[in-house]
């Protein structure tokens, strides 16, 4: 089987210090965060960026500070800046990491309820003019599905020829409002794209690791990290991502995975080494 790429979603733009001490905000914890989940594993670094206190930002000048401070401590790490941001966001600002002109970013493939009112809007209009904005520049985007419904409205607009190959997909799986985690729901995902496609599973909550171990035995990839989840283990709050890659890793090994450096990665997902 192909090498297993981790993604490591470090931060997020919804958890809070208070819901685990270790979410990094300031462009150090993220450097720090980033570099033990790299050290860990990790071959991709899902990233939102955050102002001091906390609060999400799409700023362009944070995410680019941030990027070179993660660079410094893993030059050769795979920076996957989100396009996403947080609920509420205009599509521009949003847009901003993109001008950096990463290997990688987020592609949100549509709509979904995030619990109580939020609702993050991904309209197909919206998608398509992010996929414009994102292959203009010759970033590969990560096809954020959370939902069968968000993996067609991608298969649409490739027909069409607003998303191209290569197609690497990341199903979002357990959101309140979106497409729970359970195994049938990987299974029918994963059975719904073409076979060029690569996939990546981030479980939310309790269903990170089930998913993972199912992902590395169905030869797809894995994204964890406190943005998805913050505990090691029920009722037990994960010391960093580090630890949360480390499980990942253990996981592979036990599967026979051995696990993918970010130029085993970038040649997996068709990146320039
Ligand atoms: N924070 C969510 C509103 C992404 O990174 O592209 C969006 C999100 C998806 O996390
Ligand atoms: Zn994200």
Do not use: W
């Amino acid at each position: 089987m192909e090498k297993l790429i981790i993604t490591c979603a470090i931060s997020g733009a919804e958890v809070t210090k208070e819901d685990n001490s270790y979410v990094p905000y300031t462009i150090e914890e993220m450097a720090n965060e980033a570099y033990e989940a790299y050290a860990a594993g990790a071959s991709i670094i899902h990233l939102h960026v955050r102002n001091d206190d906390g609060t999400p930002t799409q700023d362009i000048n944070r995410f680019e500070e941030t990027i070179k401070a993660i660079k410094e401590r893993c030059p050769d790490v795979i920076i996957q800046p989100s396009t996403g941001g947080a609920v509420g966001m205009s599509n521009d600002e949003r847009l901003q990491p993109t001008m950096l002109y990463p290997e990688m970013c987020t592609l949100d493939c549509g709509s979904v309820n995030f619990g109580g009112d939020e609702v993050f809007i991904n309209s197909e209009n919206d998608v398509i003019y992010f996929a414009e904005k994102i292959y203009e520049k010759g970033i590969l985007p990560e096809l954020e599905c959370f939902g069968k419904m968000h993996v067609d409205q991608v298969l649409r607009l490739v027909k069409k020829g607003h998303i191209k190959e290569h197609l690497h997909f990341s199903f979002v799986l357990g959101i309140p409002g979106g497409m729970t985690g359970e195994e049938r729901d990987f299974l029918f995902l994963k059975d719904s794209i073409p076979e060029s496609a690569t996939y990546s599973v981030a479980g939310v909550g309790r269903f990170e690791f089930k998913l993972a171990e199912l992902s590395i035995k169905y030869g797809g990839h894995v994204r964890v990290g406190l943005e998805d989840n913050i505990y090691i283990t029920k009722g037990i709050k994960a010391q960093g991502n580090k630890v949360l890659v480390e499980e990942v890793v253990r996981i592979a090994s036990l599967n026979g995975r051995s696990i993918a450096s970010p130029n085993e990665a970038r040649k997996i997902l068709g990146l320039k080494v």
